[in-house]
């Protein structure tokens, strides 16, 4: 049988923009994790499908000698089941979870939009909240975009 949390504690476990909408104040600003120097929410996990292991190598190896994403992990042989032009779909692709920088995100996606082969490709991102910080740190050293480089497929 579940705990039931006291009615104050329950409230702890609301996102925080939850709590700003119940109060009628606007949310907050994410601040730095307890003087570590990241930003809730600064450093992003995206996922992106591929119909193969070749092509997400591809992709993955792309993303991160342009400085898009410090590292992308590939998880083979996930099973896909979607609709696509009206008939239900099944296959076998490989999951691409890369990290980057937050505001990287809509580079990451012109990018990968650029040289996918699917129609429409799958590309979504998550903010991390939280983490070990030296590898949240690490992840947004490494993506560092000078302004004068360009990102080109």
């Not at 992308?72 to 691409?96: A, R």
């Not at 799958?122 to 947004?140: D, F, K, S």
Request: glycine letters at 4%.
């Amino acid at each position: 049988m579940p705990v039931l949390l006291p009615g104050a504690s329950r409230l702890l476990l609301l996102p925080r923009a939850l709590l700003s909408m119940a109060s009628g104040s606007p949310p907050s600003q994410p601040s730095q994790a307890s003087g570590s120097g990241y930003v809730p929410g600064s450093v992003s996990a995206a996922f992106v499908t591929c119909p193969n292991e070749k092509v997400a190598k591809e992709i993955a190896r792309a993303v991160v000698e342009k400085h898009l994403a410090a590292c992308v992990n590939l998880i083979p042989k996930i099973t896909s089941i979607y609709e696509w032009k009206g008939k239900i779909e099944e296959d076998s692709e490989v999951l691409m979870m890369i990290k980057t920088q937050s505001s990287l995100v809509p580079a990451l996606t012109d990018f990968v939009r650029s040289v996918h082969p699917y129609e429409v490709a799958e590309v979504i991102a998550l903010p991390v909240e939280q983490g070990n910080i030296p590898y949240l740190n690490w992840v947004r050293q490494v993506t560092v975009i000078s302004d004068s480089s360009t990102v080109q497929p």
